[in-house]
């Protein structure tokens, strides 16, 4: 048993956002049927490619494939949310309305039903017909303006896509929130977020900042802008990163450096004085800890209770021991992938299919949504859908 068992998904999303938030409820148990054009979606790249970034965020779907553009392949949509519960698109604004699949004409087939649409700019608002970007959301947010070293007037990204994959979770969060509201009124919703948006709610600190004091934040590099030393040091052998927030865990790091004196040191007594005296405390720590390995200074300030950990690559992170007992990778179809990191100790998250080929599922899928078989072998036989095989069965 699943948590959304019972719930029937369509997805109509390409690349990340809206994809990560159907792999979220697919991974709580919802089905989701994934709908992609006949030629299949750009980030399945090329036959016998080794990645395709596609099977990262389409694992756990069936997979149908349907011409939008023609209005056959848009009724069999239409169709298919007579029995939906939640319909997810990442289309450019007023793109699906056009086809007859926006929320108007879909709620009005079924008033039950929970429509997510994840945008780079949201619904409205002078940039409502804008393309949107991982990159460009992280640009204009101030992200990339406050990441990178301290000083330096390079711009530089997160590495990973986070207002892509921030969008579909809150996409998801909004359509789990939608469903409850259902169930207590029997009436669905629009729910709809942006990347832009979901970029700028990441900012907490930084926009607080600038709210309480108009100070804008600046680039720090791994340091944390309210306390120190919370950020990367020097090792013998390598980096440690380290969490001392506060002046508790302060003396007690010194006590684990073998250098309790540094913590009544001039400058760096009280926690206000070592933010104002970043660099000169990062040069005295480091002073100390490249006389030892990261691992020994780790296991000293486990010991204590002072927060670190190592720099990690990402080989070295997938084999660190935690991560292996929390069972984030599954595998399935012979495949690993990394689990949705939601513990339901009742319902549990499970993989159960890897990543479907283009029209894996289309006959199956509209078989069981009433279609008759001569209606689906005319649908792919004139284009408006398609399945692996391509050529009407036998």
Same mark, same amino acid.
């Not at 204009?140 to 390079?154: K, R």
């Not at 009124?185 to 900012?203: F, I, M, P």
């Given at each position: 048993?699943?948590?959304?068992?019972?719930?029937?998904?369509?997805?109509?999303?390409?690349?990340?956002?809206?994809?990560?938030?159907?792999?979220?409820?697919?991974?709580?148990?919802?089905?989701?049927?994934?709908?992609?054009?006949?030629?299949?979606?750009?980030?399945?790249?090329?036959?016998?490619?080794?990645?395709?970034?596609?099977?990262?965020?389409?694992?756990?779907?069936?997979?149908?494939?349907?011409?939008?553009?023609?209005?056959?392949?848009?009724?069999?949509?239409?169709?298919?949310?007579?029995?939906?519960?939640?319909?997810?698109?990442?289309?450019?604004?007023?793109?699906?309305?056009?086809?007859?699949?926006?929320?108007?004409?879909?709620?009005?087939?079924?008033?039950?039903?929970?429509?997510?649409?994840?945008?780079?700019?949201?619904?409205?608002?002078?940039?409502?017909?804008?393309?949107?970007?991982?990159?460009?959301?992280?640009?204009?947010?101030?992200?990339?303006?406050?990441?990178?070293?301290?000083?330096?007037?390079?711009?530089?990204?997160?590495?990973?896509?986070?207002?892509?994959?921030?969008?579909?979770?809150?996409?998801?969060?909004?359509?789990?929130?939608?469903?409850?509201?259902?169930?207590?009124?029997?009436?669905?919703?629009?729910?709809?977020?942006?990347?832009?948006?979901?970029?700028?709610?990441?900012?907490?600190?930084? /926009?607080?900042?600038? $709210?309480?004091? #108009?100070?804008?934040?600046?680039? !720090?590099? @791994? =340091?944390?802008? *309210? &306390?120190?030393?919370?950020?990367?040091?020097?090792?013998?052998?390598?980096?440690?990163?380290?969490?001392?927030?506060?002046?508790?865990?302060?003396?007690?790091?010194?006590?684990?450096?073998?250098?309790?004196?540094?913590?009544?040191?001039?400058?760096?007594?009280?926690?206000?004085?070592?933010?104002?005296?970043?660099?000169?405390?990062?040069?005295?720590?480091?002073?100390?800890?490249?006389?030892?390995?990261?691992?020994?200074?780790?296991?000293?300030?486990?010991?204590?209770?002072?927060?670190?950990?190592?720099?990690?690559?990402?080989?070295?992170?997938?084999?660190?021991?935690?991560?292996?007992?929390?069972?984030?990778?599954?595998?399935?179809?012979?495949?690993?992938?990394?689990?949705?990191?939601?513990?339901?100790?009742? /319902?549990?998250?499970? $993989?159960?299919? #890897?990543?479907?080929?283009?029209? !894996?599922? @289309? =006959?199956?899928? *509209? &078989?069981?949504?009433?279609?008759?078989?001569?209606?689906?072998?005319?649908?792919?036989?004139?284009?408006?859908?398609?399945?692996?095989?391509?050529?009407?069965?036998?």
């Amino acid at each position: 048993m699943h948590a959304l068992d019972g719930l029937k998904v369509l997805d109509c999303t390409h690349v990340i956002a809206g994809a990560y938030c159907s792999l979220i409820l697919a991974d709580l148990g919802a089905e989701v049927i994934k709908i992609e054009p006949p030629a299949g979606e750009t980030t399945r790249g090329h036959p016998g490619q080794a990645f395709r970034a596609f099977d990262y965020v389409n694992r756990n779907k069936r997979a149908i494939a349907l011409d939008l553009t023609t209005e056959r392949g848009a009724h069999v949509v239409r169709r298919l949310a007579e029995t939906a519960d939640i319909f997810v698109e990442n289309y450019r604004p007023g793109s699906l309305d056009r086809m007859g699949l926006g929320y108007a004409a879909l709620s009005e087939i079924n008033p039950r039903l929970v429509y997510a649409s994840v945008s780079g700019f949201g619904l409205d608002g002078p940039y409502r017909d804008r393309g949107g970007f991982d990159l460009i959301a992280q640009a204009m947010s101030g992200i990339m303006s406050f990441t990178g070293e301290a000083g330096s007037q390079q711009p530089v990204a997160a590495g990973v896509p986070l207002s892509d994959l921030n969008a579909g979770v809150f996409a998801a969060v909004g359509v789990l929130a939608a469903l409850r509201h259902r169930d207590r009124t029997g009436e669905g919703q629009h729910v709809e977020t942006s990347l832009l948006e979901s970029a700028l709610a990441y900012t907490i600190w930084e /926009t607080g900042l600038f $709210l309480s004091t #108009g100070e804008v934040a600046k680039r !720090q590099g @791994t =340091r944390h802008r *309210l &306390a120190a030393p919370y950020e990367a040091l020097r090792t013998a052998d390598g980096w440690i990163v380290v969490g001392v927030n506060n002046q508790r865990l302060w003396v007690r790091f010194c006590e684990a450096l073998g250098e309790p004196q540094v913590a009544t040191e001039e400058g760096f007594d009280r926690p206000n004085r070592r933010v104002r005296n970043r660099d000169a405390l990062q040069a005295r720590l480091e002073q100390i800890l490249t006389r030892g390995t990261t691992e020994s200074w780790l296991a000293k300030l486990a010991a204590v209770g002072v927060p670190a950990g190592p720099l990690n690559d990402i080989a070295q992170a997938w084999a660190d021991p935690q991560v292996a007992a929390r069972g984030l990778l599954a595998e399935v179809a012979g495949r690993r992938f990394v689990r949705t990191p939601i513990k339901l100790h009742a /319902t549990p998250v499970e $993989l159960t299919r #890897g990543p479907a080929e283009v029209g !894996q599922d @289309t =006959r199956a899928v *509209l &078989a069981e949504a009433g279609f008759a078989n001569d209606e689906v072998e005319a649908l792919i036989r004139d284009g408006a859908a398609a399945d692996q095989r391509k050529e009407p069965a036998a």
